[in-house]
């Protein structure tokens, strides 16, 4: 997305937040994934919709580890149309990367047996 292009989403996502808070009707609903700890995702949710949408593969930064919370990318809240991202700008201190299926199993998002890889 060019930087003209980020702005104007930028702007209407702040636009829409603002008249979410301020009970007025907004265009469509504003998404929030990943922008709080309580709007978290999955890691092998985060992997599976970088997937989803033909972006680039590569480890899932955790950011919450006992729920396996991973860092939900920039290219990926373009991709999925969020409007509300955290505000701290960096990967929490104790982030760590997560690699789908790199403990050799082969149930994908069913897998019981989630490893983290240091």
């Known amino acids: 997305m060019s930087d003209s292009a980020t702005a104007v ?3 209407l996502s702040r636009e ?3 008249r979410t808070l301020n009970h007025q009707q907004p265009d469509r609903i504003p998404i929030d994934f990943g922008g709080t ?3 978290g995702v999955h890691a092998s949710c985060v992997a599976a919709l970088r997937d ?11 950011h919450e580890p006992s ?3 991973g ?3 920039e290219d990926l809240q373009d991709a999925m149309g969020v ?5 701290s700008g960096a990967a929490p201190s104790g982030a760590f990367p997560w690699i789908a299926g790199s403990h050799g ?3 994908g998002l069913r897998c019981s047996c989630l490893k983290a890889s240091m």
């Open 37 to 39: 700890s309580v709007t």
């Open 83 to 87: 409007d509300v991202s955290g505000s």
């Open 16 to 18: 829409r937040l603002a």
């Open 52 to 62: 989803y949408y033909g972006l680039e593969q590569r480890p899932v930064r955790i």
């Open 67 to 69: 729920q396996m919370l």
């Open 105 to 107: 199993c082969s149930t």
């Open 71 to 73: 860092l939900v990318d």
């Open 9 to 11: 989403q930028t702007s």
